[in-house]
C-alpha cells in the first residue's frame, strides 16, 4: 500500500493519510521503519556539526550594538504593517532601544543615538 500511494510521502503524511483514506492505524515510526526497509525514506544523520564556535562577548557596554528587525503586522490591521528594529548591547545582553520603521533597512536605522 504504501510503495503503490505513498512512496514519495514523508512518514507522517504517509501514516495519516493510511489512516484517513484507508482505515489502516499504524504508528509514524512503523510507517518509517516500513518506508526505510523499503528504500522509500533515508534517516535523517546525527545533528549538524556547529561550524562557528561561540564568540566571546563585547566587555564594554556600547562597544558593540547588533540590530535586529521583526517584520510583522504589530498593530493587527489599525495602521499598517512594519518593522520592530531593536538595539541590543552585546555586552550586557540589555535592549538600548525599540523603534518601528516601515521596513528593515538602513534608513530605519540611521537615527540611533550613540
Known sequence: MIGEHYCDFGPTLAAENL????????????????????????PKKGAAICVHPMRERRARLGELVQIDGS???????????????????DATG???????APTETPLGVHAYPA
Open 71 to 89: 517584520p510583522h503586522d504589530w498593530f493587527e490591521g489599525r495602521a499598517d504593517r512594519c518593522t520592530l528594529l531593536v538595539f541590543i548591547d
Open 94 to 100: 540589555k535592549l538600548l532601544q525599540l523603534r518601528f
Open 19 to 42: 489512516t484517513e483514506l484507508h482505515d489502516i492505524h499504524l504508528s509514524v515510526e512503523t510507517v518509517r521503519q516500513i518506508m526505510i526497509a523499503a528504500g522509500y525514506w533515508k
